[in-house]
Structure formats: C-alpha cells, structure tokens
C-alpha cells in the first residue's frame, strides 16, 4: 500500500478527488503543481491542504455541473490561471463517486494531464497555416477568409471595401542576381513598408511568392485610394540598405477593384485584382496603377488568344518594322530613327507592348528579335547607300536575347548579310539588363562592342539601375522615360528631376534623348535644356518604311543631314 501511494505521489499527471463542498480529499503534487499551488509536501501536511485553489474551484464547479449532468466528463480543456500572470492548458478526465448506497455523490475524482506545450504546438501549427512564415504577415488562405466576410458586407456597403492587388517586379531577377536571402530580406522590407502605410482595420497579406494584397475599410473613395498608392510607392522608391548593399527602389504594379460590391467569389476577386496590376505593368502610367474594369477583362481575353496564337506558330508573318524619327528640339530637324516592331493580326496591329512579353515568354523572341534586326539592318543599309547620309538606327534588344550565347554571333552573321555600316547602329537596353546573368551580358555587349555596335539604355529613370552599375557597360546613350516627360507642364518636381538627370548625364559624357514629347508646352520647357535630341508625337508619329524614306529624302535634299564622310561623333547633337 505504502509503494502505491509513493507511485501515486510521484506519477506525471496529477490526480486528486474532492468533495460536492470542494473539500480536497486526496491529491498528488502533479495535481497541487497544476492547481497552481506550487507545494512540494506531502498534501496531508498543508494548511490549506482542503481549500482548492481559487481558479480551480472556478474550473471544479463547471466540472461538478458537468459531471452530474453526463456522469463524467472526458478530454475537457481548459486554461488555468497561475500566480504572476503565467498560466497553463489542463486537460481533465473527471468522474464521480457515489454512496455506498447509490444515492448521492461522495466525492468528485479527476485525472489531470498537462497539455500546455500540446496548446502552443498547435497555436504554432495554425500561424503556419495561416501567415507566411517569411513576412509573418496573413497568408493567402487567411487572406481570402477576410475577403469573404469583406464580399459579403460589401454587398451593403460597397464603397467601404476596397482591393489593392500588389505586385513586385524583378524579383527573380533580384534573386537571380543577389541571391535567394537577398530577395527574402527585400520581400521583408516590403512586407514592413506595407504595413506601415495602412490603418488597423485594413488587413495586408502575402499571397504568392512576389504579389501582396490589400483589403482596406473605408479608403474614401478613388482619391482616397489613389493617396494611399502614392504614399506606398514614395515608400517602396526610397532607397534603403539590405546587407550593405544599397536599392534606389522596388518597383511594384498595384490593381485596384473599387467598390467591391459585383464579386461572389474572393478568388475571381483576386484574380481581377491581379489582372488590374498586369495591366498597370504594360500599359505605363505615372501611378504604376490601374482600376479594374470590364473593358480590361475583354483585353485580358483578346492577349490569351494572342499568346495561343504565337506559342502555336512561330512565324513571322504578319510582323513588320515601323520608324519614328529622334530629332533636336530647336527645328525638328531629323537626327536617327528608332525601329519599332509591329504586329499585323486578323486586320489589327498588335502593340509591341502586349506582343514583346509575349514573344518573350514563350522562347519566340529569339527569331523574332533576329528578324528584327536583320529587317532594320536591311533598311538603314538601303538608305545608308541611297543618300549616304548620317542617320543612326536604334533597334530595341530585350534582355533576354542579350543574355543568349548566341546572341553577338548571330548578330556578326546579319552584319555580313546585309552590308550595314555598324557604327550607326545603337541596341537599346532597358535597365532589367543589370537583373539579368551580369557576367554574360558584360561579355556579349563587349563582343558587340567590338562589331562597332553602340549601346543607349532605354527607359531610363524606371529600373534598378544605379549610376554605378551604369558605368560597368559601354553605354554611350540614355533615352528618359516618357515619365519624366508627361507631368512636366504641372509638375515642378519632374521639371526639376528632368533638369537633374539632363545635367548629371551630361556631366558623366552620355548623349540625350528624351521620349514622349506630345505637346509644345512639354517642348518649350525642354529647349531650356541644351544638348538634348527628341522623340515624341510632337513631332512624329512612328512611320512607315515608305514615309521614313520620303521624309529622309526631304532632309537629306535640304541638306540638314550630313553625309556620312562630315561626321565622325554617331550621337552628339549640335550645339
Ligand atoms: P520603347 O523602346 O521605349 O519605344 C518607345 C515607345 O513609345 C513606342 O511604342 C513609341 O511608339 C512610343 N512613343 C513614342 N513617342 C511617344 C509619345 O509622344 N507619346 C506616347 N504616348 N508614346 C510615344 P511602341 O512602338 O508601342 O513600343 C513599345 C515598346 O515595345 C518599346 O518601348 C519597346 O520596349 C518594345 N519594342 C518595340 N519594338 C521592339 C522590338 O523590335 N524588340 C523589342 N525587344 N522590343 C520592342
Ligand atoms: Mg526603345
Ligand atoms: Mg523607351
């Protein structure tokens, strides 16, 4: 008998048995640990030895009730409070012992076991289920349950919800180019900035690995949402400093849906949040952001259709290159012409804009892009030995193709072909060049360097580039995003950016072209600028081969195109 109580007093989980007075008849320490009375004696020595602690004669009585109802009561969990705060998961088996007559109950018996560390392995297993482990912010699956209840409501209230699809650009390039641990820490940052730009009612989220989404409660109205996008993107475009290594910016595309009230479904909801910030992405506006609307949905059908089309046929029928004159501000007179490419499809001309990802995506950029370049080539060699006439030709490259192996042979195979005076080519760049496998396109642009090709980097001002990374390539030319341009006449920030990036690029010896210039106001502000070229609907529009010829024939006849003997400096316009 003495052994069983020693195995009693000693066993892990507690038990003890009470009576309907919540007297304490028998107990182990397990139980008195549990009960939070923290004693070690033998329980027949306490004082206070028949008085339950005061939490769990709260617990006891439910038990009690508990168990008179159903008998006894099984697996039943419940937290007890402990002293200064801290408190633990009990889980509880109890029963009751009757008379010896059956007539009423002599006491109350449980078995208690410890389950707090079961508790807190749970709680970690549903945050798992629930957040993203590397933001710690709401995961998708949380993230669609908030949206629901956000449909729902919204139904009565539309214009309280509203839906901001996030997506970031170039993150697998970033992690292409720094590594995995970078792109987490920068993933991070963004996950922070997020959430210091919205209230608490808002709720942010990660929902796949580079798009975040944000529902937010009354964002008052289009204006209000439009402030909001422009206080994160002046967050996510200060520069800051993961691991010494300093980023200008992330570049992010926002959808919005706005009011909520039209969707039964979170995931056609998100999907069309999705789709806004897709479009944000190709169509370029100074927000980086586009409401969703049906229009866009039907345009978002009509490019599934296209990439069916160009993943099925890779032919390069139906493609065509059009010219738009670069030329200097002060008379208009025509300097170079960029190649543009063009898509004729069913009777419509496909934009470049939808047909380049497009091509890029599925592998076809490499033949179209080769075609291309040999199509432009053939006609500055044509026009090269009709006028002999100083005009350069600029052919964008995407950087895809820049990154093949193959990529400067092929290009040395259409020099031959077509006879062209290289010297007057530039490949235009965007800034997603310095994403790519550095190393790779160092070595093709040196090689094409050599073919006597030169180089502009197109877009300038939108990517990653830092002016450090810029001096790394042999690049000769900057083109300023049309961006800089649009908001010139009322915006004196951009006047000021503009002048800056003009002076700055001077200073470190680039030659200057400025894109998207469509008004004379926009014009009259830029001659302030010297040594500046254009190019912008002001003055043309992108050209057929044919009107590019006629209006080369002009220049060339009035004589404000050099032959190609007076010149020597491909770029530079006169001062
Ligand atoms: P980009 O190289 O920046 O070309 C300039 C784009 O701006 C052209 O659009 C041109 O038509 C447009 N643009 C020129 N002036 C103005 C203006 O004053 N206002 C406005 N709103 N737009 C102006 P496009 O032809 O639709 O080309 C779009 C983009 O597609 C090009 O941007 C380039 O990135 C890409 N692309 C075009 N052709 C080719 C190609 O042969 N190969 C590759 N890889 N990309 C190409
Ligand atoms: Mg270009
Ligand atoms: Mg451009």
């Not at 969990?77 to 705060?85: D, M, Q, S, T």
């Not at 978002?300 to 670069?326: C, E, N």
């Not at 077509?418 to 060049?433: A, C, Q, Y």
Request: proline content about 3%.
């Amino acid at each position: 008998m003495i052994e069983y109580q020693e195995i009693f007093d000693n066993f892990s989980e507690g038990f003890g048995c009470w009576t309907p007075e919540q007297r304490l008849l028998q107990a182990n320490d397990a139980f008195l640990r549990l009960m939070g009375l923290g004693i070690k004696k033998p329980f027949s020595e306490l004082p206070e030895a028949n008085a339950l602690s005061h939490a769990f004669s709260e617990i006891s009585g439910v038990i009690m009730k508990q168990v008179e109802i159903q008998g006894a009561i099984k697996n039943f969990e419940f937290r007890l409070p402990h002293e200064a705060g801290a408190s633990r998961w009990v889980r509880v088996n109890a029963w009751r012992v009757l008379d010896t007559d059956n007539s009423s109950t002599r006491c109350y018996a449980a078995y208690l076991a410890d389950v707090t560390n079961l508790k807190l392995k749970e709680a970690e297993l549903s945050h798992l289920a629930f957040y993203d482990a590397l933001t710690g912010l709401p995961n998708r699956s949380l993230f669609i349950n908030k949206l629901a209840a956000a449909l729902q409501a919204a139904k009565r209230y539309p214009e309280q919800y509203a839906l901001i699809s996030i997506d970031l650009d170039d993150l697998s390039n970033i992690n292409q180019h720094y590594g995995r641990d970078f792109g987490d820490m920068l993933l991070r940052h963004v996950a922070t900035t997020l959430l210091a730009c919205c209230r608490e009612t808002d709720a942010v989220a990660r929902i796949g690995s580079d798009d975040f989404a944000m529902l937010l409660r009354d964002p008052e109205g289009g204006s209000g949402l439009v402030k909001i996008i422009k206080r994160i993107r002046s967050k996510l475009e200060t520069p800051f400093v993961i691991w010494e290594q300093q980023l200008d910016s992330v570049s992010a595309h926002f959808g919005v849906i706005f009011p909520l009230n039209d969707y039964d479904s979170q995931e056609s909801a998100l999907r069309d949040a999705g789709l806004a910030a897709g479009r944000a992405r190709t169509t370029r506006n100074n927000l980086a952001c586009k409401f969703f609307s049906k229009r866009m949905m039907e345009k978002a059908r009509k490019t599934l259709s296209l990439t069916v089309v160009l993943r099925k046929k890779h032919d390069l029928k139906g493609f065509h290159v059009v010219y738009q004159p670069i030329v200097r501000p002060a008379n208009g007179d025509l300097h170079s012409f960029e190649a543009l490419a063009r898509w004729a499809h069913e009777g419509r001309s496909v934009s470049p804009s939808t047909f380049i990802p497009i091509a890029e995506e599925t592998g076809f950029i490499k033949s179209l892009g080769e075609f291309i370049i040999e199509a432009t080539c053939r006609q500055l060699h044509c026009w090269q030995d009709e006028y002999n006439a100083a005009i350069n030709m600029h052919v964008n490259v995407s950087p895809s193709q820049l990154a093949t192996s193959d990529f400067p042979d092929s290009i040395n195979d259409i020099l031959h072909r077509t006879g062209v005076d290289s010297s007057r080519l530039f490949f235009e760049v965007t800034e997603s060049i310095f994403l790519r496998d550095f190393a790779k396109v160092l070595h093709n642009v040196n090689l094409l360097r050599q073919l006597g090709i030169h180089f502009c980097l197109d877009d300038f001002g939108t990517g990653y580039s830092s002016l450090s990374y810029l001096k790394l390539l042999p690049i000769e030319c900057l083109k300023i995003d049309r961006s800089f341009v649009s908001d010139l006449e009322k915006d004196t920030t951009s006047r000021v950016l503009l002048r800056h990036i003009v002076a700055l690029g001077i200073d470190l010896g680039y030659s200057l072209v400025v894109e998207g210039v469509e008004r004379q106001t926009q014009l009259s502000l830029l001659n302030e600028v010297d040594h500046l070229l254009v190019q912008g609907f002001y003055f043309y529009k992108p050209l057929s081969t044919y009107v590019a010829d006629a209006l080369l024939e002009e220049t060339y006849k009035s004589g404000t195109l050099k032959r190609i003997s007076d010149t020597k400096a491909p770029l530079k316009p006169a001062s």
